[in-house]
C-alpha cells in the first residue's frame, strides 16, 4: 500500500495504491471539510503553506488551516507506516462553536463507483454499491469500520476509525462524475439522519447526499485517526472448494444478497436498505440463521446488539411484539407505532412476531454459545411467548389470531395480504418451533419449570396440528396436505397446499408421518415439474376469492401463488432428508437465477418467471443458506459444531472452509466419509457428529446428542476416525505425530454405569477399569505407533 500526499495550497491525498491497484488517482482524493449553512470549507482550500516534519514514526503536516471569520479549522495530520498498512492520525480543532450541515474527517474519493463492489460494515451488513443504480445515491451507517472489496481483483482495503469518546458514523455517495465518495463524520452524539421529517430514520436517500441531518461541534481540540490495511478478499471470505454447484455464485449471494437486510448497526431484517419506505419485518424466524451462511463474526456480533435493541424498544410491556419497523409510518396502523419506528402492521395482527423473536434469540445462542448474552433475553423471550400462549383460549393448544373470521379481512402472519384468522397453522408451526428451541435454552439457564411448561405445550400444539381439519386439527385428508387456518366456525381456508405451512411441518419435526411427507413433497415436486419452475411458489393452487386481497387475483399473482425464495432454506431442508436431489436442484436453481439477474427483486412471477417488486430481500439467498445448513449439514450449536449432511453424489469431494468461534475449520464432505479439522485436531466418521475443540482438548460428540461422548486431551495435533460407537462396543482409530513424547487423557461417557470395560490397542489388552454411577470412565495412555486403534467393549 502507498499514499502520495500533496501539501501547498491545499492538503489532500493525490493517490492511493492498494496491492498494486491505484484507487485514487485526483487531487481531491481525500481531504477533510465542513460545511456551514450553504458555504463548504476544506483543506482543498488553506489560508496558508503547511509545514511537513519527518521522523523515524512517520511524517506530520502541521498548520493546516481554513475557514473565515465566523469559524476557523486548524488541523495537524499523522502518517504512520505499519506492519500491516498506514495510520492517519488527524487532530482537529474549531476556533468556536458552530452548527455543521456536514462534517468530513475526511471524504475519500475512489476513482469509478466500480473501484470496490461493496463496503462491509463493522457490524456485518453491507454497503452494496450495485444498488448505487444512478448518480446521487447515497447511504448513510453507523460503524467504525469498512472494508471494500472486489471479488474480480480479489484487492480488499480495511479502514477503522479510532475516535476515543465518540460517535462515528460514515456514507457512500455516487457522485455525479460516477466516483465512489466515502465520507467519515465524528461527533459528540450519534448522527441523526435527515429524512424523513418527523420520523428521521432513513438511511438511503436518492438524488442527494445530505443523509445526515445537521449537529453541533464544539469548540476545541479533537483527535481521531483512520488506520488502512490491504487483504485478500479471496483468502479472507473464500468458502474453499465447492464441488457440484458454483461456488463463486455461492460467496457473492452470501456475501451480498444475504447481507443486505441488515439496514444499519441496530436493525437486522429482510428488506433491503435500498427499499423506499425501508422495512424491517420482526415477523422473518430467519434472520439469525442467515448468520450461519454469512459465516462473519462480525454479523453475529452485530446482531446480537441489534437483539438487544429489539428486546429494549420493540416489545411492548405486555410482551406484545412490534412486528415492523420503517423509515416512514406509511405501513403502520393509525397510531400504532412508537418513537423508534416499531409499528403494527395496517394489514392485521401478525403475530408470528412473537415467536420470531424467540427464534432468532435462541439460533444466534446456537451460533455464538454466548450464554452470558442470552441470559440478558430469559425475560423477555419468556414474555414473548407467555404473550402468545396465553391466546389458546380452548387449550387445545392452538393458539388464536386476533380475528374470528376470514371475512374480518385482517392478516395474522407473513402473507400478510392473506387473511388468515382464529386457528393459524402457519404461526403455530413457527411457535412450536421456537418453543422448542427456548425450552432447551431454559433448561441451559437452569429452569427446568419453564422448560417443562414449554415443552409440555409443544407436545399439545404438535398432536392437535397433526389431527385431521375433521378433528380440529390441521391436516386435510382430502386434499392431502396441512391447511393454512380455521375460522372460530370450523370453516377451513387456505387447502391450497401453501408451502411454508407445509414445509414448516416438515423441516420443524411437527410432521414426523413418513406417508404425510411423502404425500405433500411428491405432489409439489410432480406440480413444480409440470410448471417447470425454478422455485417453490407460496402456494401450489389459488386461494379462494375471499381468502384474501382483491388485487391477489386472479391467480397466480402476488401473495396468492407467486414465487418468494425467502422460504427456500425450509424447502432445502424438507427435502434434504427425504431425497436430498432434488433439493440441490432447487438451490441450483438458484444459483442460475443469480447469474442471469442478481437476485435483486422482492419475488418472481408465476407465470413469466421474471423479477418483480422493489423490496429487495435477503431472505433470497435462504437457499443458499439451507444448501449449508440441511445439505452440507453445518449446524453451528451452543456447544459444539454439529456436522449432519445429506450430499449428493455430485457434491461428494467439497471441501468447505468454516469460522467457528474464533477457529478456522475446514469440512471435507465425501460419499459417507465427512470430517471437521482445525489446525490441530480432526475427526472423521461415517455418520453425522459433533465437533470441539480447545488448545488441548477434542470433544467427539456422538450424532445429535448433545453430551460429550469422548473426550481426548493431549498437547500434540491428533486426528480420530470413528468407526463404532455403540452400546457394547466402541472404536476408534487414531494418527498422533511423534507418538512417545505425549500422553493422551480419554475421557469416555455414555456407557453403561458401574460396568467394567476392557480398553484394547490393536487388538492387545491396555487395561480393564469399570465406569462410574454417570457412565464415564478415564484412561490414560502413551501411545507406541503414529497409527493406532482403541477399543472400548463393556463385558
Given at each position: 500500500?502507498?499514499?502520495?500526499i500533496?501539501?501547498?495550497?491545499?492538503?489532500?491525498?493525490?493517490?492511493?495504491?492498494?496491492?498494486?491497484?491505484?484507487?485514487v488517482?485526483?487531487?481531491?482524493?481525500?481531504?477533510?471539510?465542513?460545511?456551514?449553512?450553504?458555504?463548504?470549507?476544506?483543506?482543498?482550500?488553506?489560508?496558508?503553506?503547511?509545514?511537513?516534519t519527518?521522523?523515524?514514526a512517520?511524517?506530520?503536516?502541521?498548520?493546516?488551516?481554513?475557514?473565515?471569520?465566523?469559524?476557523?479549522?486548524?488541523?495537524?495530520?499523522?502518517?504512520?507506516?505499519?506492519?500491516?498498512?498506514?495510520?492517519?492520525?488527524?487532530?482537529?480543532?474549531?476556533?468556536?462553536?458552530?452548527?455543521?450541515?456536514?462534517?468530513?474527517?475526511?471524504?475519500?474519493?475512489?476513482?469509478?463507483?466500480?473501484?470496490?463492489?461493496?463496503?462491509?460494515?463493522?457490524?456485518?451488513?453491507?454497503?452494496?454499491?450495485?444498488?448505487?443504480?444512478?448518480?446521487?445515491?447515497?447511504?448513510?451507517?453507523?460503524?467504525?469500520?469498512?472494508?471494500?472489496?472486489?471479488?474480480?481483483?480479489?484487492?480488499?482495503?480495511?479502514?477503522?476509525?479510532?475516535?476515543?469518546?465518540?460517535?462515528?458514523?460514515?456514507?457512500?455517495?455516487?457522485?455525479?462524475?460516477?466516483?465512489?465518495?466515502?465520507?467519515?463524520?465524528?461527533?459528540?452524539?450519534?448522527?441523526?439522519?435527515?429524512?424523513?421529517?418527523?420520523?428521521?430514520?432513513?438511511?438511503?436517500?436518492?438524488k442527494?447526499?445530505?443523509v445526515?441531518?445537521?449537529f453541533n461541534?464544539?469548540?476545541?481540540?479533537?483527535?481521531?485517526?483512520?488506520?488502512?490495511?490491504?487483504?485478500?478478499?479471496?483468502?479472507?471470505?473464500?468458502?474453499?472448494?465447492?464441488?457440484?454447484?458454483?461456488?463463486?455464485?455461492?460467496?457473492?449471494?452470501?456475501?451480498?444478497?444475504?447481507?443486505?437486510?441488515?439496514?444499519?448497526?441496530?436493525?437486522?431484517?429482510?428488506?433491503?436498505?435500498?427499499?423506499p419506505?425501508?422495512?424491517?419485518?420482526?415477523?422473518?424466524?430467519?434472520?439469525?440463521?442467515?448468520?450461519?451462511?454469512?459465516?462473519?463474526?462480525?454479523?453475529?456480533?452485530?446482531y446480537?446488539?441489534?437483539?438487544?435493541y429489539?428486546?429494549?424498544?420493540?416489545?411492548?410491556?405486555?410482551?406484545?411484539?412490534?412486528?415492523?419497523?420503517?423509515?416512514?409510518?406509511?405501513?403502520?396502523?393509525?397510531?400504532?407505532?412508537?418513537k423508534?419506528?416499531?409499528?403494527?402492521?395496517?394489514?392485521?395482527?401478525?403475530?408470528?412476531?412473537?415467536?420470531?423473536?424467540?427464534?432468532?434469540?435462541?439460533?444466534?445462542?446456537?451460533?455464538?454459545?454466548?450464554?452470558?448474552w442470552?441470559?440478558?433475553?430469559?425475560?423477555?423471550?419468556?414474555?414473548?411467548?407467555?404473550?402468545?400462549?396465553?391466546?389458546?383460549?380452548?387449550?387445545?393448544?392452538?393458539?388464536?389470531?386476533?380475528?374470528?373470521?376470514?371475512?374480518?379481512?385482517?392478516?395474522?402472519?407473513?402473507?400478510?395480504?392473506?387473511?388468515?384468522?382464529?386457528e393459524?397453522?402457519f404461526?403455530?408451526?413457527?411457535?412450536?418451533?421456537?418453543?422448542?428451541?427456548?425450552?432447551?435454552?431454559?433448561?441451559?439457564?437452569?429452569?427446568?419449570?419453564k422448560?417443562?411448561?414449554?415443552?409440555?405445550?409443544?407436545?399439545?400444539?404438535?398432536?392437535?396440528?397433526?389431527?385431521?381439519?375433521?378433528?380440529?386439527?390441521?391436516?386435510?385428508?382430502?386434499?392431502?396436505?396441512?391447511?393454512?387456518?380455521?375460522?372460530?366456525?370450523?370453516?377451513?381456508?387456505?387447502?391450497?397446499?401453501?408451502t411454508?405451512?407445509?414445509?414448516?411441518?416438515?423441516?420443524?419435526?411437527?410432521?414426523?408421518?413418513?406417508?404425510?411427507?411423502?404425500?405433500?413433497?411428491?405432489?409439489?415436486?410432480?406440480?413444480?415439474?409440470?410448471?417447470?419452475?425454478?422455485?417453490?411458489?407460496?402456494?401450489?393452487?389459488?386461494y379462494?376469492?375471499?381468502?384474501?386481497?382483491?388485487?391477489?387475483?386472479?391467480?397466480?399473482?402476488?401473495?396468492?401463488?407467486?414465487?418468494?425464495?425467502?422460504?427456500?432454506a425450509?424447502?432445502?431442508?424438507?427435502?434434504?432428508?427425504?431425497?436430498?436431489?432434488?433439493?440441490?436442484?432447487?438451490?441450483k436453481?438458484?444459483?442460475?437465477?443469480?447469474?442471469?439477474?442478481?437476485?435483486a427483486?422482492?419475488?418472481?412471477?408465476?407465470?413469466?418467471?421474471?423479477?418483480?417488486?422493489?423490496?429487495?430481500?435477503?431472505?433470497?439467498?435462504?437457499?443458499?443458506?439451507?444448501?449449508?445448513?440441511?445439505?452440507?449439514?453445518?449446524?453451528?450449536?451452543?456447544?459444539?459444531?454439529?456436522?449432519?449432511?445429506?450430499?449428493?453424489?455430485?457434491?461428494?469431494?467439497?471441501?468447505?472452509?468454516?469460522?467457528?468461534?474464533?477457529?478456522?475449520?475446514?469440512?471435507?464432505?465425501?460419499?459417507?466419509?465427512?470430517?471437521?479439522?482445525?489446525?490441530?485436531?480432526?475427526?472423521?466418521?461415517?455418520?453425522?457428529?459433533?465437533?470441539?475443540?480447545?488448545?488441548?482438548?477434542?470433544?467427539?460428540?456422538?450424532?445429535?446428542?448433545p453430551?460429550?461422548?469422548?473426550?481426548?486431551?493431549?498437547?500434540?495435533?491428533?486426528?480420530?476416525?470413528?468407526?463404532?460407537?455403540?452400546?457394547?462396543?466402541?472404536?476408534?482409530?487414531?494418527?498422533?505425530?511423534?507418538?512417545?513424547?505425549?500422553?493422551?487423557?480419554?475421557?469416555?461417557?455414555?456407557?453403561?454405569?458401574?460396568?467394567?470395560?476392557?480398553?484394547?490397542?490393536?487388538?492387545?489388552?491396555?487395561?480393564?477399569?469399570?465406569?462410574?454411577?454417570?457412565?464415564?470412565?478415564?484412561v490414560?495412555?502413551?501411545?507406541?505407533?503414529?497409527?493406532?486403534?482403541?477399543?472400548?467393549?463393556?463385558?
Amino acid at each position: 500500500m502507498s499514499m502520495v500526499i500533496n501539501y501547498g495550497n491545499k492538503a489532500s491525498i493525490t493517490s492511493l495504491i492498494v496491492n498494486g491497484q491505484k484507487v485514487v488517482s485526483a487531487a481531491d482524493g481525500a481531504f477533510t471539510s465542513v460545511k456551514v449553512g450553504s458555504v463548504t470549507y476544506s483543506s482543498l482550500h488553506l489560508k496558508g503553506k503547511p509545514v511537513l516534519t519527518r521522523s523515524t514514526a512517520g511524517i506530520r503536516i502541521s498548520g493546516i488551516c481554513y475557514g473565515d471569520g465566523g469559524v476557523t479549522i486548524n488541523e495537524n495530520w499523522i502518517f504512520q507506516k505499519q506492519k500491516d498498512g498506514i495510520k492517519w492520525g488527524i487532530e482537529r480543532s474549531f476556533s468556536k462553536g458552530v452548527k455543521v450541515e456536514e462534517a468530513a474527517m475526511p471524504v475519500i474519493n475512489f476513482d469509478d463507483i466500480n473501484t470496490w463492489e461493496g463496503a462491509y460494515q463493522g457490524y456485518g451488513g453491507i454497503a452494496w454499491f450495485y444498488l448505487f443504480n444512478e448518480k446521487l445515491c447515497t447511504y448513510g451507517v453507523h460503524t467504525r469500520s469498512s472494508s471494500f472489496w472486489n471479488s474480480k481483483s480479489g484487492n480488499g482495503l480495511n479502514i477503522v476509525v479510532d475516535a476515543p469518546g465518540k460517535e462515528v458514523a460514515m456514507k457512500y455517495t455516487r457522485t455525479n462524475e460516477d466516483k465512489l465518495a466515502y465520507t467519515v463524520t465524528v461527533a459528540d452524539r450519534e448522527m441523526l439522519p435527515r429524512s424523513d421529517s418527523g420520523t428521521n430514520r432513513r438511511r438511503f436517500i436518492r438524488k442527494s447526499t445530505d443523509v445526515w441531518a445537521p449537529f453541533n461541534i464544539v469548540s476545541g481540540k479533537s483527535t481521531q485517526s483512520l488506520t488502512f490495511s490491504y487483504f485478500d478478499y479471496h483468502e479472507k471470505y473464500g468458502r474453499g472448494k465447492l464441488v457440484g454447484v458454483n461456488g463463486d455464485q455461492v460467496n457473492a449471494v452470501l456475501g451480498t444478497i444475504a447481507r443486505i437486510g441488515v439496514i444499519d448497526s441496530l436493525h437486522f431484517g429482510g428488506n433491503s436498505w435500498a427499499t423506499p419506505y425501508g422495512p424491517i419485518c420482526l415477523h422473518e424466524q430467519y434472520i439469525g440463521q442467515l448468520g450461519l451462511g454469512i459465516n462473519d463474526p462480525n454479523y453475529l456480533n452485530g446482531y446480537e446488539s441489534c437483539l438487544d435493541y429489539y428486546r429494549d424498544h420493540a416489545i411492548k410491556s405486555d410482551g406484545r411484539v412490534y412486528p415492523r419497523w420503517a423509515y416512514t409510518n406509511e405501513d403502520a396502523m393509525p397510531n400504532q407505532w412508537n418513537k423508534e419506528g416499531f409499528y403494527e402492521a395496517q394489514w392485521g395482527i401478525l403475530m408470528d412476531s412473537n415467536p420470531d423473536f424467540v427464534t432468532n434469540v435462541a439460533e444466534l445462542y446456537d451460533m455464538t454459545g454466548d450464554q452470558k448474552w442470552v441470559k440478558t433475553h430469559q425475560l423477555s423471550c419468556e414474555k414473548a411467548l407467555d404473550w402468545i400462549l396465553k391466546r389458546d383460549s380452548n387449550g387445545n393448544g392452538l393458539v388464536e389470531m386476533m380475528t374470528d373470521v376470514t371475512g374480518q379481512k385482517r392478516s395474522s402472519d407473513w402473507i400478510d395480504i392473506i387473511w388468515a384468522s382464529y386457528e393459524n397453522a402457519f404461526v403455530n408451526a413457527k411457535l412450536y418451533h421456537a418453543l422448542v428451541k427456548w425450552a432447551t435454552v431454559e433448561r441451559l439457564l437452569h429452569n427446568s419449570v419453564k422448560a417443562g411448561q414449554y415443552e409440555a405445550f409443544a407436545t399439545k400444539l404438535k398432536a392437535s396440528f397433526n389431527k385431521p381439519t375433521t378433528r380440529g386439527g390441521f391436516w386435510d385428508e382430502e386434499k392431502n396436505c396441512y391447511v393454512h387456518w380455521r375460522d372460530k366456525d370450523n370453516t377451513i381456508h387456505g387447502r391450497n397446499m401453501v408451502t411454508p405451512v407445509n414445509f414448516m411441518a416438515i423441516a420443524y419435526g411437527i410432521c414426523e408421518d413418513h406417508t404425510r411427507q411423502k404425500f405433500i413433497l411428491d405432489n409439489i415436486e410432480v406440480q413444480m415439474q409440470r410448471e417447470k419452475l425454478f422455485f417453490w411458489p407460496l402456494a401450489m393452487t389459488s386461494y379462494t376469492p375471499a381468502e384474501g386481497k382483491e388485487y391477489q387475483y386472479p391467480f397466480p399473482e402476488y401473495e396468492n401463488g407467486d414465487l418468494f425464495l425467502s422460504w427456500g432454506a425450509l424447502g432445502v431442508k424438507a427435502y434434504a432428508g427425504y431425497d436430498p436431489a432434488i433439493a440441490v436442484k432447487y438451490v441450483k436453481n438458484v444459483l442460475a437465477q443469480y447469474g442471469k439477474d442478481g437476485l435483486a427483486y422482492q419475488r418472481y412471477g408465476r407465470l413469466k418467471q421474471d423479477g418483480r417488486g422493489d423490496d429487495i430481500l435477503s431472505g433470497n439467498s435462504l437457499s443458499i443458506v439451507g444448501l449449508y445448513q440441511a445439505i452440507y449439514g453445518v449446524n453451528p450449536l451452543y456447544n459444539r459444531f454439529y456436522l449432519d449432511p445429506h450430499i449428493t453424489p455430485e457434491l461428494a469431494g467439497t471441501e468447505l472452509k468454516y469460522n467457528f468461534r474464533g477457529q478456522h475449520l475446514t469440512i471435507n464432505l465425501d460419499s459417507d466419509n465427512y470430517s471437521v479439522s482445525n489446525k490441530n485436531f480432526k475427526v472423521i466418521s461415517s455418520k453425522s457428529f459433533g465437533f470441539n475443540a480447545t488448545i488441548n482438548q477434542l470433544s467427539y460428540f456422538n450424532g445429535s446428542n448433545p453430551h460429550v461422548a469422548l473426550q481426548i486431551t493431549t498437547d500434540k495435533p491428533l486426528i480420530i476416525k470413528l468407526n463404532n460407537w455403540g452400546q457394547k462396543k466402541k472404536e476408534w482409530e487414531q494418527s498422533i505425530m511423534r507418538p512417545s513424547a505425549t500422553s493422551l487423557i480419554y475421557l469416555i461417557s455414555q456407557l453403561s454405569p458401574n460396568t467394567l470395560h476392557v480398553i484394547s490397542v490393536n487388538g492387545h489388552l491396555l487395561q480393564k477399569v469399570s465406569s462410574n454411577s454417570k457412565g464415564e470412565l478415564v484412561v490414560r495412555y502413551k501411545p507406541i505407533h503414529i497409527k493406532e486403534k482403541i477399543s472400548v467393549d463393556a463385558e
